[in-house]
């Protein structure tokens, strides 16, 4: 008969322990996959991909990429780390009913939106794409359309609402409509924000403004439609100025909007449309309102006179 000792016994189950202990976690990956079909229990491979961009971005390593593999709808998603989700070669859908469609709230960082719908259903709680803390958003090839609430903190398309320094905010290629609030909102309690707008389209947000900035932002409009509001844009504190260039802002009831609430904006206008406002072209509260000499502001309801001249070409 063999006899082990409880020294052999003791090393054995140290071992074990020892063994157990040294399993790691299951790794995040660089990259994840969504499927309408997936469930996010899987792993989010590409051979057993996630169901949801909230199941996926669990298992998505900072700095990742989270990519979907067929149309379907991927439900709203709280972005609170370097990502990017990319559905730009398929349908990738958020139906954001009575929520916010994405949530980025993360100090210090990158995220980037690009080939997705996000669709509020025309329910009266929540924004597209609502900015509480980051250093930088991409917004590029995005719909966002239907967010109904009245405000002042629901139907946004994009709200950026932070309190760091020099946030960056990128929309490019986009198309905001019916977003009954404001369709692009920039109200920062602290720090600022440098937004910049090119090759988008914003229609109808019946109850508010296009691009509304209400303090500490520094925005440029470039190249962009915008129509249907009840102002193209709008520059309320001394504390934003704006850039529009290149741009269409015409239909709307004033086609831009220059100081409020006794703050004064400065607004510079190069080589844009605004005709066809059926309140004004250009309705200035306070600040100025600057051209270059060569927009066509002509065909509005009434004052068309910029307050002065963009001096230098530089």
């Known amino acids: 008969m063999k006899i082990i000792s409880t020294v052999a016994i003791s090393s054995l189950a140290a071992c ?7 399993a790691p976690a299951q790794a995040q990956a660089t990259r994840t996959w969504v499927s309408g079909v997936g469930d996010d229990a899987n792993p989010c491979s ?10 996926a971005i669990s ?17 709203s998603v709280n972005i609170t780390k370097n990502m990017t989700i990319d559905c730009g070669y398929t349908h990738g859908s958020i139906l954001a009913s009575n929520t916010n469609g994405v949530i980025v709230n993360g100090a210090g960082i990158i995220v980037t939106l690009r080939g997705l719908s996000i669709n509020g259903a025309s329910t009266t709680t929540g924004n597209g794409v609502r900015i509480l803390n980051a250093a930088a958003v991409n917004i590029d ?7 109904g609430g009245a405000g002042p903190s629901n139907g946004r398309g994009v709200s950026i609402e932070t309190s760091a320094a020099n946030v960056r ?18 109200n920062p309690t ?15 947000s019946a109850a508010g ?11 440029t409009v470039n190249d962009s439609y915008i129509s249907g509001q009840s102002a193209a844009v709008a520059t309320e504190l001394t504390t934003a100025t704006l850039m529009v260039s290149n741009s269409n802002l015409s ?17 510079r206008l190069f080589a844009n449309v605004i005709t066809g406002n059926t309140t004004s072209g250009l309705q200035i509260n306070g600040g100025s309102v600057l051209t270059h000499g060569n927009n066509a502001i002509r065909g509005n309801a009434g004052n068309e006179t910029p307050t002065g001249a963009s001096l230098g070409t530089q």
């Open 16 to 22: 074990a322990t020892l063994a157990f202990t040294a």
């Open 46 to 55: 590409r051979t057993a991909p996630c169901k949801t961009f909230a199941g």
């Open 59 to 75: 298992k998505t390593a900072a700095a990742g990429e989270i990519n979907c593999l067929d149309p379907a709808g991927y439900g």
């Open 141 to 147: 090839d995005v719909v966002i359309e239907h967010f």
């Open 169 to 186: 905010v990128n929309v490019t290629n986009s198309q905001l409509y019916n977003n009954n609030f404001i369709a692009i909102h920039s």
């Open 190 to 204: 602290a720090g600022n924000v440098i937004l910049s707008v090119d090759g988008t389209t914003i229609g109808r």
């Open 209 to 219: 403004n296009g691009i509304q900035l209400r303090q500490l932002t520094n925005a």
């Open 251 to 267: 239909n709307n009831a004033i086609g831009v909007f220059n100081g409020n609430g006794g703050g004064g904006p400065t607004t």
